[in-house]
């Protein structure tokens, strides 16, 4: 193996989606904490941008389509060999959504949305798993969403992507602990980002009711938060941890009732 890059001192992440809001944001957050960071994205010029900026010393790009489990596989490797094989973080961040009523959408974005967010974290989790084993307290932080709290309409696939998340989340923070391994996620609200540019903004109806009162660099600082807390799941923001504690006592058709009057229908 050649020397690694990163120096033994530093502790390591690897991001998805890293060229972009809240995954650039956490990618600087870690970078200014001294942390090695390996940026993953489809964008080569991007990549190229945030690599100048963070410095050689502090990340790698890795150009990667995360539906694409061969280049996973091959981005996770090259991050192993500049690390000296550590993981200490896997960040599955990178995932994309399309706005709709369900029947307007076409097929392909229905698919797009499963490539991504869940093809793309199963992707990552097999390929990052030698590495993570191979790092003592290591952790996943998958990002969810908070559409995945209750299946949410003009969402209803993003939001079953989500919940999809979340269970891989729940399963392997059991399977996982045997390999010394934790696994959580974070379920934002609405996060203001490029992911939620028009038309998807006009498109969501709870956006107009419920705003967008989180930043990309809020979430990354839940992020960092999280390798502290090793919560399952990090709500955010107390509006939504009092949201999550409701839903437990909640009837399905209160419940049903209060997501049909959010989301307009
Ligand atoms: N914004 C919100 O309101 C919100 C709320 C809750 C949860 N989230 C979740 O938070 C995560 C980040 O969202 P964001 O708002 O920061 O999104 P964003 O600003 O749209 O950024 C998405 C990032 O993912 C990358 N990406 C997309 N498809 C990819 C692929 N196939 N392979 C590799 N990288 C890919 C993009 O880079 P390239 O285009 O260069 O590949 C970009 O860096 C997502 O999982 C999202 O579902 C967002």
């Known amino acids: 193996?050649?020397?690694?890059?990163?120096?033994?001192?530093?502790?390591?992440?690897?991001?998805?989606?890293a060229t972009a809001g809240i995954g650039r944001a956490t990618a600087r957050l870690f970078a200014e904490k001294g942390w090695y960071v390996g940026?993953?994205?489809?964008?080569?010029?991007?990549?190229?941008?945030?690599?100048?900026?963070?410095?050689?010393?502090?990340c790698s790009g890795h150009v990667v389509d995360v539906t694409d489990a061969e280049q996973v596989n091959q981005a996770l490797q090259a991050f192993g060999e500049n690390t000296g094989g550590r993981l200490d973080v896997l960040v599955n961040n990178a995932g994309v959504l399309h706005a709709g009523d369900f029947e307007d959408?076409?097929?392909?974005?229905?698919h797009s949305i499963i490539d991504t967010n869940i093809k793309g974290v199963i992707h990552c989790m097999q390929s990052a798993f030698p590495l993570l084993k191979n790092t003592p307290d290591s952790h996943v932080i998958n990002m969810s969403s908070a559409s995945a709290m209750y299946g949410s309409p003009t969402l209803a696939t993003y939001s079953a992507s989500k919940?999809?998340?979340?269970?891989?989340?729940?399963?392997?923070?059991?399977?996982?602990a045997r390999h010394g391994i934790t696994v959580t996620d974070i379920m934002p609200p609405f996060v203001?980002?490029?992911?939620?540019?028009?038309?998807?903004?006009?498109?969501?109806?709870?956006?107009?009711?419920?705003?967008?009162q989180l930043s990309a660099e809020d979430v990354a600082q839940s992020v960092w938060n999280a390798i502290a807390s090793r919560q399952l799941h990090d709500r955010v923001t107390p509006s939504f941890r009092l949201l999550a504690l409701m839903q437990k006592h909640a009837p399905?058709?209160?419940?049903?009732?209060?997501?049909?009057?959010?989301?307009?229908?």
């Open 252 to 265: 399905d058709s209160i419940q049903r009732r209060f997501v049909k009057f959010l989301s307009g229908y």
């Open 1 to 17: 193996m050649n020397t690694p890059l990163a120096s033994a001192a530093q502790k390591t992440i690897f991001i998805t989606g």
């Open 105 to 110: 959408m076409p097929t392909h974005q229905h």
């Open 39 to 58: 940026l993953a994205a489809r964008s080569a010029d991007k990549l190229e941008e945030l690599e100048n900026e963070l410095g050689a010393a502090k």
């Open 192 to 212: 203001d980002t490029e992911m939620l540019d028009n038309p998807v903004r006009s498109r969501i109806k709870a956006i107009s009711l419920l705003g967008v």
């Open 163 to 176: 919940f999809a998340v979340r269970a891989l989340t729940e399963a392997l923070n059991v399977e996982w």
